[in-house]
């Protein structure tokens, strides 16, 4: 599998870490445990397009949200986490 | 040795280059340019060897890679290779082979008896047979069935050799060089596409080798010829011969084995034996041609019987004879080729056995022109064994028999085309009445297939497919040259009747490889294993090293007949990679032994080896566990005088590996206490504290002091082992969690070397390596101080008065560069003090002598109150893993703690693991409460003492429990105590 980096440019899998889901949102503070516990443990596991984490250690260290489908591996779009250091760049 | 069976003339050998080679101990000749197979064949060898299950007799039935039968054990030694394949294998001067699993010789191998049993070795025999009683299995049913069965020995020593593996990435690559395949690349190359051209054989040209034939009105070997020229003057364009596309990955990524020096004795001095490429292409053109497919009748696996199309390789490509006197046996229009060869190279030709109920009258007069009769019907029966063929029997249509004489049997049952690649991500191919043939139904975003593997077999149609899908290929990779014209050949008709098994008496082979018998499927689909997928497992068809490559598609058309179905209902297995048995060392690379993984030196690293260190793996890193001295009999006694030095003087100890990230920014300190339990904003500068950071999950992460350099400068640290894994959290956080904050981070593990200084006299040997302008006071530099420093000479270091050994204690970090020669000057300056190198073990002695929770507590499964460190919580603040970790089970109150321990026989040694369980019960997992986590031998106390998690342990303080441990068979009792066994209140640090 490859991953285009909004920063690096098309790379092979073996740069990045793969997280996981990329949807669940961090709960403000003061949020209550079944809230929280939500966040850290309900994943989805989508047979089909899913925005994933995954990080690129073995380039810039940028935190990626990458569009793919889980059934063809086909990677549709690939975005910046908010605070990667970018906030746009060139498709 | 004469090559008896050599022609006088023709073939691309190099009749100049003789080469000496032995099989099974008998010294044999080819030439360059030959196979192993194809030198035997010339020498007459008919028999190469014995059938995995039966023993029988086998000999060679391809020219390629598709090989089922002649697989041979090549070179000797390290370097002995099983299951090679002597279709494939080139020969070289001092080749050394030998046949496989025959005893005590191939001409008269023990187990061929197995054949007298055959009726019970049928397919599920082991199933049936081997299930009772079950311990049976494992110490006599296994062992005597994998010496009985099986196939060549590898070899028992490590490979000497070296494998390498490297990526390449092109517009266009293609699998194949037959007509397809080059004029895809010639059509891609014109067009400015940089193109890859894999080849299996270690000579491009395919079947062009083999079958001729007229291009461009040119003779093929000179249109191959003046191709190549074309193709090498295109500075985009390479070839890469003996190198196979075995896989297809996701992303247009491509797998290919090629064999640098396969074929030689051995690899050149610095130079690899194999280089696994991953090409990353663009588009992809599968122009790997077709197999030529078996027919199955009773004999098939005699020595002597062989494709027609490796017929005409032998004769036409390297001019051997693979016998005198041939018969046919075919179903189609191209088989009657290798009797215009054999006719050509002057062997006779004994009969024409033609299962269509008509022929074409250029072929009915070639017959009576060539002297031969043509049987209409079908060979029947092989009279022959190890000797080869020798009579045939004919079922002729109609009924009658007939019978023929000739030592090899040509046999054609049609072409398969090689769908593997375009298959490999589950895709399935579709059925072709026409050619009665699997063909490739789509294939992997960027591929396509071209020329044979397409199902188009004639001459000219290879050349247009291949030179439309390469010229495709081009543009859709952005390459607009001219691609010119696509060369020029005649169509042959392809007339063919389906032909897959003919009923007779004896066995007939589907699978030689694994000895599968047309009926063994019969009796598969009898006992209900009527799927292809159960009808593969149950009688091992298509299982063995070829993968089936000649026999998957006979099998299925046999099971489709026996169940009445059609074959496409019947379908074919899923195609898996490789398309060749591919090496683990390949695989592996360079990456084995000691460069199986990165190895990590610290910047002391060199001084420690002189010094005579002895190392111990952390993860990649070397870190130096102990330094012994000439005259200390073991480990222990190094450890001891270690510690004892450094609580009685001064020691140091290199912690360089702890992970080290700066952190910038006006919103640094906030950002640190959104990660760690505590908080770091108040921070002062000039000031350390220890941190713990969370899970979100509410179990410990890791820990570490942090401390505040500047107003908007903190310099973190981490423990050896998370290093990486922290930086990646913290940038998950920093660029994920929290965007809005102002924060950067770095990491300097590697820019800093760090030294721990421990012991009563530390400030005096500080006091000689750095300025004296600095103030190292108990005032001017109080506990957990933390500052930038000159040294003595100009050099900035930061100094930090932290303290994991319990002593008066600094950590000092110089730039990496400066690392070793600040280990020398600490032991020039530290000889009046005694100044003593310490290693991990005694670091780890002090700690827990100290109760410092390290690696074995922070195990993934405590919290920050299980450490003792509940304390540190902020309750101000939000932070990762807060909410977590107040849920119930983390927090209640008998969950297991960590306290110390000490045996109550002061003489007794203590190891971790042991479990804990209260005092007078028997052990069982229903009174566990807990287990040793960390154990040392303390000089200091001069017993054994150690640190266990306990169930409510901080309440038992006193109390006597039992420590059990099976897996050493050792049983005492310890009692629970503070965990902090050395200067308790801490008076040494602040000192």
Same mark, same amino acid.
Request: hydrophobic content about 45%; overall charge neutral.
């Given at each position: 599998m490859r991953i285009t980096c909004p920063f690096c440019g098309e790379r092979e899998l073996g740069e990045f870490t793969y997280l996981g889901d990329a949807k669940p949102a961090r709960p403000a503070p003061g949020a209550s445990e079944d809230e929280v516990y939500d966040y850290v443990y309900l994943r989805d596991n989508i047979a089909g397009v899913m925005d994933e984490s995954w990080y690129h250690g073995g380039g810039c260290r940028a935190w990626l949200k990458v569009t793919r489908n889980t059934l063809t591996h086909e990677i549709s779009a690939v975005e910046p986490a908010p605070g990667a250091g970018a906030r746009q760049v060139a498709k | 040795?004469?090559?008896?069976?050599?022609?006088?003339?023709?073939?691309?050998? #190099?009749?100049?280059?003789?080469?000496?080679?032995?099989?099974?101990?008998?010294?044999?000749?080819?030439?360059?340019?030959?196979?192993?197979?194809?030198?035997?064949?010339?020498? !007459?060898?008919?028999?190469?060897?014995?059938?995995?299950?039966?023993?029988?007799?086998?000999?060679?039935?391809? %020219?390629?890679?598709?090989?089922?039968?002649?697989?041979?054990?090549?070179?000797?030694?390290?370097?002995?290779?099983?299951?090679?394949?002597?279709?494939?294998?080139?020969?070289?001067?001092?080749?050394?082979?030998?046949?496989?699993?025959?005893?005590?010789?191939?001409?008269?191998?023990?187990?061929?008896?197995?054949?007298?049993?055959?009726?019970?070795?049928?397919?599920?025999?082991?199933?049936?047979?081997?299930?009772?009683?079950?311990?049976?299995?494992?110490?006599?049913?296994?062992?005597?069935?994998?010496?009985?069965?099986?196939?060549?020995?590898?070899?028992?020593?490590?490979?000497?050799?070296?494998?390498?593996?490297?990526?390449?990435?092109?517009?266009?690559?293609?699998?194949?060089?037959?007509?397809?395949?080059?004029?895809?690349?010639?059509?891609?190359?014109?067009?400015?596409?940089?193109?890859?051209?894999?080849?299996?054989?270690? @000579?491009?040209?395919?079947?062009?080798?083999?079958? !001729?034939?007229?291009?461009?009105?040119?003779?093929?070997?000179?249109?191959?010829?003046?191709?190549?020229?074309?193709?090498?003057?295109?500075?985009? $364009?390479?070839?890469?011969?003996?190198?196979?596309?075995?896989?297809?990955?996701?992303?247009?990524?491509?797998?290919?084995?090629?064999?640098?020096?396969?074929?030689?004795?051995?690899?050149?001095?610095?130079?690899?034996?194999?280089?696994?490429?991953?090409? $990353?292409?663009?588009?992809?053109?599968?122009?790997?041609?077709?197999?030529e497919r078996p027919i199955v009748f009773a004999g098939n696996d005699t020595p002597g019987v062989m494709m027609a199309s490796a017929m005409r390789s032998y004769i036409n490509r390297y001019a051997a004879a693979p016998a005198k006197r041939i018969a046919l046996f075919t179903n189609n229009e191209d088989g009657w080729h290798t009797v215009e060869v054999a006719l050509g190279a002057?062997?006779?030709?004994?009969?024409?056995?033609?299962?269509?109920?008509?022929?074409?009258?250029?072929?009915?007069?070639?017959?009576?022109?060539?002297?031969?009769?043509?049987?209409?019907?079908?060979?029947?029966?092989?009279?022959?064994?190890?000797?080869?063929?020798?009579?045939?029997?004919?079922?002729?249509?109609?009924?009658?028999?007939?019978?023929?004489?000739?030592?090899?049997?040509?046999?054609?049952?049609?072409?398969?085309?090689?769908?593997?690649?375009?298959?490999?991500?589950?895709?399935?191919?579709?059925?072709?009445?026409?050619?009665? %043939?699997?063909?490739?139904?789509?294939?992997?975003?960027?591929?396509?297939? /071209?020329?044979?593997?397409?199902?188009?077999?004639?001459?000219?149609?290879?050349?247009?497919?291949?030179?439309?899908?390469?010229?495709?290929?081009?543009?859709?990779?952005?390459?607009?040259?001219?691609?010119?014209?696509?060369?020029?050949?005649?169509?042959?008709?392809?007339?063919?009747?389906?032909?897959?098994?003919?009923?007779?008496?004896?066995?007939?082979? @589907?699978?030689?490889?694994? #000895?599968?018998?047309?009926? #063994?499927?019969?009796?598969?689909?009898?006992?209900?294993?009527?799927?292809?997928?159960?009808?593969?497992?149950?009688?091992?068809?298509?299982?063995?090293?070829?993968?089936?490559?000649?026999?998957?598609?006979?099998?299925?058309?046999?099971?489709?007949a026996v169940t009445g179905k059609s074959i496409p209902e019947t379908g074919t297995t899923i195609y898996r990679p490789p398309y060749v048995p591919v090496a683990i060392g390949a695989f592996a690379g360079h990456h084995r032994d000691e460069n199986f993984h990165a190895t990590r030196l610290t910047p002391l690293h060199h001084w420690a080896a002189e010094q005579g260190a002895i190392f111990v793996d952390t993860g990649l890193w070397k870190r130096a566990q102990w330094y012994p001295r000439a005259g200390e009999k073991d480990w222990l006694e190094s450890v001891t005088r270690e510690v004892k030095a450094v609580r009685g003087g001064v020691g140091f100890c290199d912690v360089s590996t702890l992970g080290k990230i700066d952190v910038h920014g006006a919103d640094a300190g906030a950002f640190l206490d959104r990660v760690y339990i505590n908080t770091f904003s108040n921070l002062a500068v000039g000031k350390a504290r220890y941190g713990l950071m969370l899970r979100e999950d509410g179990i410990v992460y890791d820990d570490g002091t942090t401390s505040r350099l500047a107003e908007e400068h903190y310099f973190l640290t981490?423990?050896?082992?998370?290093?990486?894994?922290?930086?990646?959290?913290?940038?998950?956080?920093?660029? @994920?969690?929290?965007?809005?904050?102002?924060?950067?981070?770095?990491?300097?593990?590697?820019?800093?070397?760090?030294?721990?200084?421990?012991?009563?006299?530390?400030?005096?040997?500080?006091?000689?390596?750095?300025?004296?302008?600095?103030?190292?006071?108990?005032?001017?530099?109080?506990?957990?101080?933390?500052?930038?420093?000159?040294?003595?000479?100009?050099?900035?270091?930061?100094?930090?008065?932290?303290?994991?050994?319990?002593?008066?204690?600094?950590?000092?970090?110089?730039?990496?560069?400066?690392?070793?020669?600040?280990?020398?000057?600490?032991?020039? /300056?530290?000889?009046?003090?005694?100044?003593?190198p310490y290693g991990t073990e005694a670091l780890g002695v002090m700690r827990i002598e100290k109760g410092h929770v390290a690696g074995p507590e922070l195990s993934g499964t405590t919290t920050a109150a299980d450490l003792g460190l509940g304390k540190m919580t902020s309750t101000k603040k939000d932070f990762i893993g807060r909410v977590m970790a107040g849920r119930e089970a983390l927090v209640a109150p008998d969950r297991q703690v960590v306290v110390g321990i000490k045996p109550t026989d002061k003489a007794r040694r203590l190891r971790s693991g042991a479990h804990i369980i209260p005092k007078g019960e028997i052990p069982g997992p229903d009174n566990d409460q807990g287990y040793v986590t960390s154990v040392c031998f303390s000089p200091t106390l001069d017993q054994w003492i150690g640190l266990a998690l306990i169930e409510r342990g901080r309440e038992r303080i006193g109390e006597i429990v039992h420590a059990h441990d099976p897996l050493r068979g050792e049983d005492y009792d310890v009692e629970i105590c503070n965990p902090v066994f050395y200067d308790p209140d801490g008076g040494r640090q602040r000192g």
């Open positions: - | 040795m004469s090559q008896s069976h050599r022609l006088a003339s023709g073939g691309l050998v #190099d009749r100049a280059a003789p080469l000496n080679f032995s099989f099974d101990g008998k010294s044999f000749s080819g030439f360059k340019g030959d196979t192993l197979a194809s030198a035997l064949v010339a020498n !007459g060898v008919k028999l190469v060897g014995r059938s995995f299950k039966y023993h029988r007799p086998r000999g060679i039935l391809t %020219a390629g890679s598709e090989e089922p039968n002649a697989l041979v054990e090549l070179r000797t030694g390290a370097r002995r290779e099983a299951n090679t394949k002597a279709t494939t294998a080139e020969l070289y001067d001092g080749l050394e082979a030998a046949s496989q699993n025959r005893w005590p010789s191939l001409n008269f191998d023990v187990m061929s008896v197995n054949q007298l049993f055959a009726p019970i070795f049928v397919a599920g025999f082991y199933y049936k047979t081997f299930m009772w009683p079950a311990k049976f299995w494992e110490a006599i049913y296994e062992p005597a069935i994998r010496r009985a069965a099986g196939l060549g020995r590898a070899a028992v020593v490590p490979d000497p050799d070296h494998y390498d593996k490297a990526w390449a990435h092109c517009d266009v690559v293609i699998a194949g060089s037959g007509p397809a395949g080059l004029a895809a690349a010639l059509a891609a190359g014109r067009s400015g596409a940089r193109v890859i051209l894999c080849e299996e054989d270690f @000579v491009p040209g395919g079947r062009l080798l083999a079958d !001729g034939g007229t291009i461009d009105g040119l003779p093929a070997a000179e249109w191959l010829a003046r191709t190549l020229a074309e193709l090498g003057s295109l500075p985009d $364009v390479r070839i890469m011969t003996r190198t196979t596309l075995f896989g297809v990955y996701d992303g247009g990524t491509y797998g290919a084995i090629e064999r640098v020096n396969d074929h030689l004795p051995q690899p050149p001095e610095h130079q690899v034996r194999q280089r696994l490429w991953r090409i $990353v292409a663009k588009r992809c053109v599968v122009a790997a041609g077709a197999l002057g062997l006779q030709v004994a009969a024409v056995i033609d299962a269509r109920a008509e022929i074409s009258p250029a072929h009915r007069s070639l017959a009576s022109k060539g002297g031969f009769p043509v049987l209409h019907g079908s060979v029947s029966g092989v009279d022959g064994g190890k000797t080869g063929v020798r009579k045939l029997s004919v079922s002729l249509t109609g009924g009658a028999r007939a019978e023929v004489e000739a030592d090899g049997l040509a046999v054609s049952g049609g072409w398969n085309p090689t769908v593997g690649l375009t298959s490999y991500h589950r895709g399935r191919p579709k059925w072709r009445d026409d050619i009665a %043939a699997f063909v490739p139904d789509g294939a992997p975003p960027g591929m396509v297939a /071209a020329g044979a593997a397409n199902g188009a077999f004639g001459l000219g149609a290879c050349l247009r497919e291949g030179f439309e899908a390469g010229a495709a290929a081009a543009r859709d990779a952005g390459r607009a040259g001219n691609a010119g014209s696509a060369p020029v050949a005649d169509d042959e008709a392809f007339s063919l009747t389906p032909l897959w098994h003919v009923a007779g008496k004896g066995k007939a082979f @589907v699978d030689q490889q694994h #000895d599968v018998t047309a009926s #063994d499927i019969e009796l598969a689909q009898r006992e209900g294993f009527e799927s292809v997928e159960h009808l593969k497992r149950y009688t091992t068809l298509g299982m063995a090293t070829d993968q089936g490559k000649t026999s998957n598609v006979a099998g299925l058309a046999i099971m489709a981490t423990t050896t082992a998370k290093a990486g894994l922290v930086m990646q959290h913290l940038e998950f956080c920093r660029q @994920v969690l929290f965007p809005e904050l102002d924060v950067q981070l770095t990491s300097v593990s590697d820019q800093w070397a760090q030294f721990s200084i421990a012991g009563p006299k530390t400030r005096d040997l500080l006091k000689e390596i750095v300025d004296p302008s600095e103030d190292l006071s108990n005032e001017g530099f109080p506990f957990m101080g933390a500052r930038e420093v000159a040294l003595r000479g100009g050099v900035k270091a930061r100094l930090f008065r932290i303290s994991f050994s319990g002593e008066m204690a600094f950590e000092i970090s110089v730039p990496a560069r400066y690392g070793e020669a600040m280990a020398r000057n600490l032991m020039i /300056a530290g000889q009046p003090f005694g100044v003593t």
